[in-house]
């Protein structure tokens, strides 16, 4: 059951604790980071929000400029489930890096409605686990969570004496779904790592829905064709949705005339109207997305089209967009189910350690293939 880490963890996620969130109860989604050995952590109280620091200690004396890592966490649990992901990158960094190259720190908070902001858990669990309010409720969290993670980067500098240089967001399951969100809306997150995250919530909502047998979805041949829109998906969200979620950013427009039309390049009309709205909003951003390819939760089906359409479109050799530097690596465990897995681990570990290598000018493009 979702919060079931807020439940016996609460104690703990207090500005005074000296609960080490190295103790936090260790979900079965982090099972890969048991073997990982901790790291320095501070708490801090920041426009009334529990934000823990990582790897502050490790740092050398008068260091002058740091990398942030923003790591959100999955539905259910809370800012120390990410302690050992934490540690992970860090340690995997120390023993890469060179004299010369970055600095970086961790940093954690909750998620709206979750840990030390828990309001009500009946609004973090699914439809078919009895909350009516799922859509919205879901889609207002992750949300939220990034507007308050965009605050935060503006009000952390206050609170530390060195400058923080870069800021990177890496985002778990309802993470994942917060880092695509800031990655589109946020021009300081210059890159991000979306574990078992979906770019679409339309499509990942309504095959939830259909899964889950919901009423709103089942009276309709195909099952989910009036979902949207329906009292379960209402139309205030869907104008959410259109606002702030990269399919529907990109895609909701193109959508409303076959249904397939993200499979099609852009007519040159489209073109002309997509490439600011991509270079406003990713612009020599750098994007690496894991997925489980038996992941029953967030299927990589419902991520898929969204992704082919946008590694097509910045595809350094023929994309449409191509010279906006903007790259997608797309990878697929096809062993993982809705997990962070030993297999995802390693992915994510040597593509942040490549990107804390690169200069700050490097300009090579890639696009990597699924492998599912």
């Given at each position: 059951?979702?919060?079931?880490?807020?439940?016996?963890?609460?104690?703990?996620?207090?500005?005074?604790?000296?609960?080490?969130?190295?103790?936090?109860?260790?979900?079965?989604?982090?099972?890969?980071?048991?073997?990982?050995?901790?790291?320095?952590?501070?708490?801090?109280?920041?426009?009334?929000?529990?934000?823990?620091?990582?790897?502050?200690?490790?740092?050398?004396?008068?260091?002058?400029?740091?990398?942030?890592?923003?790591?959100?966490?999955?539905?259910?649990?809370?800012?120390?489930?990410?302690?050992?992901?934490?540690?992970?990158?860090?340690?995997?960094?120390?023993?890469?890096?060179?004299?010369?190259?970055?600095?970086?720190?961790?940093?954690?908070?909750?998620?709206?409605?979750?840990?030390?902001?828990?309001?009500?858990?009946?609004?973090?669990?699914?439809?078919?686990?009895?909350?009516?309010?799922?859509?919205?409720?879901?889609?207002?969290?992750?949300?939220?969570?990034?507007?308050?993670?965009?605050?935060?980067?503006?009000?952390?500098?206050?609170?530390?004496?060195?400058?923080?240089?870069?800021?990177?967001?890496?985002?778990?399951?309802?993470?994942?779904?917060?880092?695509?969100?800031?990655?589109?809306?946020?021009?300081?997150?210059?890159?991000?790592?979306?574990?078992?995250?979906?770019?679409?919530?339309?499509?990942?909502?309504?095959?939830?829905?259909?899964?889950?047998?919901?009423?709103?979805?089942?009276?309709?041949?195909?099952?989910?064709?009036?979902?949207?829109?329906?009292?379960?998906?209402?139309?205030?969200?869907?104008?959410?949705?259109?606002?702030?979620?990269?399919?529907?950013?990109?895609?909701?427009?193109?959508?409303?005339?076959?249904?397939?039309?993200?499979?099609?390049?852009?007519s040159a009309a489209e073109q002309e109207r997509?490439?600011?709205?991509?270079?406003?909003?990713?612009?020599?951003?750098?994007?690496?997305?894991?997925?489980?390819?038996?992941?029953?939760?967030?299927?990589?089906?419902?991520?898929?089209?969204?992704?082919?359409?946008?590694?097509?479109?910045?595809?350094?050799r023929e994309g449409w967009a191509r010279g906006?530097?903007?790259?997608?690596?797309?990878?697929?465990?096809?062993?993982?189910?809705?997990?962070?897995?030993?297999?995802?681990?390693?992915?994510?570990?040597?593509?942040?350690?490549?990107?804390?290598?690169?200069?700050?000018?490097?300009?090579?493009?890639?696009?990597?293939?699924?492998?599912?």
């Amino acid at each position: 059951m979702a919060g079931g880490s807020t439940f016996t963890w609460s104690h703990a996620l207090r500005l005074h604790s000296t609960l080490s969130p190295f103790s936090s109860p260790l979900p079965t989604t982090h099972s890969a980071f048991n073997n990982v050995e901790p790291v320095s952590w501070r708490r801090l109280n920041i426009a009334g929000l529990l934000v823990t620091l990582y790897g502050l200690q490790e740092l050398p004396p008068n260091v002058a400029e740091v990398t942030v890592l923003w790591l959100l966490h999955g539905r259910g649990d809370t800012q120390d489930s990410m302690a050992y992901t934490a540690a992970a990158f860090l340690n995997a960094w120390t023993s890469k890096r060179k004299p010369s190259q970055k600095h970086f720190i961790c940093v954690t908070i909750d998620q709206r409605n979750h840990g030390s902001r828990m309001i009500d858990n009946t609004a973090n669990v699914s439809w078919k686990q009895g909350n009516p309010s799922h859509g919205p409720d879901m889609f207002s969290h992750f949300s939220g969570t990034a507007l308050d993670v965009s605050h935060l980067i503006s009000l952390l500098p206050s609170y530390l004496p060195f400058k923080l240089a870069h800021h990177i967001c890496a985002g778990v399951s309802l993470g994942g779904h917060a880092t695509w969100q800031l990655l589109m809306s946020d021009s300081r997150i210059e890159a991000g790592i979306v574990v078992i995250g979906c770019p679409d919530y339309t499509r990942l909502m309504t095959d939830r829905a259909i899964r889950g047998k919901l009423s709103t979805c089942m009276s309709t041949d195909p099952p989910g064709r009036d979902f949207s829109g329906s009292a379960d998906f209402p139309p205030s969200l869907l104008a959410m949705i259109e606002e702030r979620d990269p399919a529907g950013i990109l895609l909701g427009e193109l959508d409303t005339v076959t249904g397939d039309d993200y499979l099609h390049t852009p007519s040159a009309a489209e073109q002309e109207r997509l490439r600011p709205i991509l270079e406003r909003r990713l612009k020599g951003k750098k994007i690496l997305c894991v997925s489980g390819g038996k992941d029953r939760l967030v299927p990589y089906e419902c991520a898929q089209p969204f992704l082919g359409w946008l590694k097509r479109a910045v595809d350094p050799r023929e994309g449409w967009a191509r010279g906006l530097r903007i790259e997608v690596e797309d990878i697929v465990d096809s062993e993982g189910r809705h997990e962070f897995s030993k297999t995802m681990r390693k992915d994510a570990e040597r593509w942040l350690c490549a990107y804390l290598a690169r200069d700050d000018d490097d300009g090579e493009i890639y696009v990597r293939e699924s492998k599912l």
